[in-house]
């Protein structure tokens, strides 16, 4: 289960970043296969090469198991603008997210 998680993931990522998989193993500094192999179930990255895919996809390694959230940098960039809101605006937006939710 695991090992799929974490081939899903990347291509889910991979293809939000619109970058093809040889273009990944590419940036990646990798053979042009690379990507390929962790997506089809051949192999899976090692530690080291975990954290460079974290780091080519802009997230923590805790960004990249959340698998609720579909967008985890748009995430991070809402609370990052939240976060420099005052009291009055904060109250605001939480009763602007809670009408949202009721829909």
Known sequence: MFSEFVRDRIT???IQKGVSEYKMSY?????RGYINNI?????LPSMTE???ICEYFGLTPMEFF???TSNPKLKENV???IS???EEDLE???MNINRLLKK
């Open 79 to 81: 609370i990052e603008a």
């Open 66 to 68: 959340d698998s609720v």
């Open 12 to 14: 889910s990522l991979r």
């Open 39 to 43: 997506s089809s179930g051949k192999t």
């Open 50 to 52: 975990f954290f460079a």
């Open 27 to 31: 940036d990646l500094g990798h053979s």
């Open 84 to 86: 420099k809101l005052n």
């Open 92 to 94: 605001l937006t939480l």
